[in-house]
């Protein structure tokens, strides 16, 4: 018999339907603009398929392009098209796993030889005919033993039914054509949505990631409901290139990562200028903050990393060596030597909060495989604090942090997200200990309004954090800056302050950084700005050019002048025509170019130029000298 059941809409509108009924219908009832964007649907919470069926009353929420959900419900079903028109193309090939991705998916494929770009080129245009035909996604399951049977000769796809079959679970196919996949879905209904796509490149890649196992071929790509969409992520893939840092590194003098040192960077003269000028930023706000800076050693013995439970919890990602038969690790954090320096004295409630910052070189283990120029290194100096505090106190300590955190990221021009990660399953402490830590975590992001976004289960093994995610100007997030909250540390060192009643007490401690690292927030920046830093961290902030040999001695004194002014200020004296010295200079990303001509030196003046090209004219070397001073010290973006 059939019956009427309510869907209920993101929104809060109910919608009346003869059961059962599925998403899609749903989406073509609203209208024809929504059912062909809908990719998924999030029913009671759930994301499912376009054409799962409603019996019952539910909550619906029609997922698209635009959703997190719908985009990798997209771009895995792109996976899917590339797979089939590899097999069309090269029948022998043995698929792995094709899942979705940041920005796009990618399919791991057992070849005899990798893929070619002209490969690549085929493969695609074998794609456009899958996608032309709009085959529809269906999904369905079998009992293991016939999972087994219909994938027999697919050794990918058996290791990993067979890995599941033991949950006697029923295993999930999707059927496309004449290609069908172990997959559990969700899926767009059929390929004709797939509008636009572009396979950007191959690497090899293990299978699951374990160097012992089979090289396969990892063949990426990415795809979108329309080609404009596809052309802007490509332009934006090509700027990305122009702005990487590493390349931007090397052109500019920065820093470089040797073959003696993989993962460990080298900063050259310009980079420590802008590695330096940070810091001395850092230490100045930190200073008016309320901070004491304080330095310990990057390198201490087996028994603090067992106290600070970085020994069990960390030792994978850990240098280790041997000094007078006892294991030492080079610190990959700087707390525990925090702790030590608080115990070297007695403390007061009336001590408290006690801020202290350093400045701390920590060495992490990472695979050689994930390391990326200054982002992923193996050391780097990480901008810490610990704020060691009342209970009372938690709210107000991290409201603080978290305004100095945002009157960084501010200045540098950064948007920003604020993300709250909860207790792991491997932790360490108490729930109720968590719960007061979160609880205080929550309660300073209510008082400073910031919209945040749940992780479940995804804080540190001591402590819940909060994280913040900034943006680029390209829209990439970066997460830089962190508040973890610790009532764990404290207990494991037995820290102590006495309190107003005279009896001794634990403290709760802050982790936290601005930056994150030091390194990586350069990496970021020198993306960010192109290489054209703000003056203030411009490595050169001026270059005097001399048109000819004749004014060499006058740049010379000028050069002297500006340095006296605290300028950083660089000489081209070379016997080279002023244009090639100024198209120099601009790929320098040097903030000012002044030319010094005879006009010049017979009217007193210096004529000067912005590495945009724009010409701001002659004037006196004092008004140069003010309107830049002005500029470093104001920390202008422009």
Not at 539 to 558: C, F, G, S, W, Y
Request: charged content about 30%; some cysteine; aromatic content about 8%.
């Amino acid at each position: 018999m059939k019956h009427m059941i309510h869907i209920t809409l993101k929104g809060g509108a109910v919608k009346e339907f003869e059961a059962p009924v599925t998403p899609m219908q749903i989406a073509k009832s609203i209208g024809e603009g929504l059912y062909k964007a809908v990719c998924v649907a999030k029913i009671d919470g759930v994301v499912r398929d376009l054409r799962t069926p409603i019996e019952k009353d539910a909550q619906v929420e029609l997922l698209t392009f635009d959703d997190e959900e719908g985009k990798r419900a997209f771009w895995h079903t792109a996976s899917h098209v590339m797979a089939q028109a590899v097999l069309h193309l090269f029948p022998g090939v043995k698929c792995a796993i094709g899942p979705a991705i940041k920005d796009g998916f990618y399919y791991d494929f057992d070849v005899e030889k990798p893929f070619t770009p002209e490969d690549l080129e085929k493969i695609e245009a074998e794609m456009k005919k899958i996608v032309k035909q709009g085959i529809p996604l269906e999904r369905f399951e079998l009992p293991p033993a016939e999972a087994l049977e219909l994938m027999k000769d697919d050794p990918y796809k058996v290791e990993l039914i067979e890995e599941h079959s033991g949950k006697g679970e029923a295993i999930s196919f999707f059927k496309q054509g004449d290609f069908t996949d172990l997959c559990a879905g969700p899926h767009l209904p059929d390929t004709s949505r797939i509008k636009a796509f572009k396979l950007t490149s191959t690497t090899g890649a293990y299978w699951r990631g374990d160097s012992s196992k089979q090289m396969l071929c990892r063949v990426y790509g990415t795809a979108f409901p329309k080609a404009s969409m596809l052309e802007a992520h490509l332009a934006a893939i090509e700027e990305a290139k122009r702005r990487d840092h590493r390349k931007l590194g090397k052109e500019l003098g920065l820093f470089t990562i040797l073959d003696e040192g993989p993962g460990f960077p080298f900063f050259l003269p310009k980079g420590m200028i802008l590695k330096n000028t940070l810091i001395d930023y850092w230490r100045e706000i930190h200073t008016k903050a309320g901070y004491k800076e304080i330095s310990t050693p990057i390198m201490l013995n087996q028994d603090l990393w067992h106290r600070s439970g970085h020994w069990e919890h960390y030792k994978d990602n850990m240098y280790t060596t041997v000094i007078d038969d006892t294991n030492f690790a080079l610190k990959p954090m700087n707390c525990p030597g925090g702790m030590l320096v608080y115990k070297t004295e007695p403390h007061s409630y009336r001590d408290l909060p006690l801020r202290m910052g350093e400045l701390g070189l920590v060495h992490r283990h990472e695979l050689s495989g994930a390391l990326h120029g200054l982002m992923r290194v193996r050391c780097f100096t990480q901008d810490d604090a610990h704020i060691f505090m009342t209970k009372e106190q938690i709210k107000d300590e991290i409201v603080g942090v978290a305004k100095l955190i945002d009157d960084v990221y501010s200045m540098f021009g950064f948007k920003y997200h604020v993300e709250l990660s909860t207790m792991p399953e491997d932790h360490i402490g108490s729930d109720e200990d968590w719960e007061i830590a979160t609880n205080g975590l929550i309660a300073a992001l209510q008082e400073l309004n910031k919209e945040y976004v749940v992780n479940e289960g995804d804080g540190a093994f001591y402590g819940p954090k909060i994280d913040f995610h900034l943006e680029d100007c390209l829209g990439r997030t970066w997460q830089c800056g962190t508040i973890q909250l610790d009532m764990q540390m404290p207990e494991r060192f037995e820290l102590e302050y006495t309190g107003a009643d005279g009896e001794k007490h634990r403290p709760v401690m802050i982790h936290r950084v601005v930056f994150g690292s030091i390194e990586r927030f350069i990496g970021i920046l020198t993306e960010h700005f192109a290489g054209a830093f703000p003056v203030w961290l411009s490595p050169v902030q001026a270059i005097v050019l001399p048109i000819t040999d004749r004014q060499h001695e006058a740049a010379a004194k000028i050069k002297d002048q500006l340095e006296n002014a605290g300028v950083r200020v660089d000489l081209d004296g070379r016997s080279e025509k002023i244009g090639y010295k100024i198209r120099e200079a601009q790929l320098q990303k040097i903030p000012y170019m002044l030319v010094i001509g005879d006009k010049e030196l017979e009217n007193g003046t210096v004529s000067v130029r912005s590495r945009k090209g724009v010409d701001l004219g002659a004037m006196p070397l004092d008004t140069f000298i003010a309107k830049i001073q002005k500029e470093i010290a104001s920390r202008s973006n422009d």
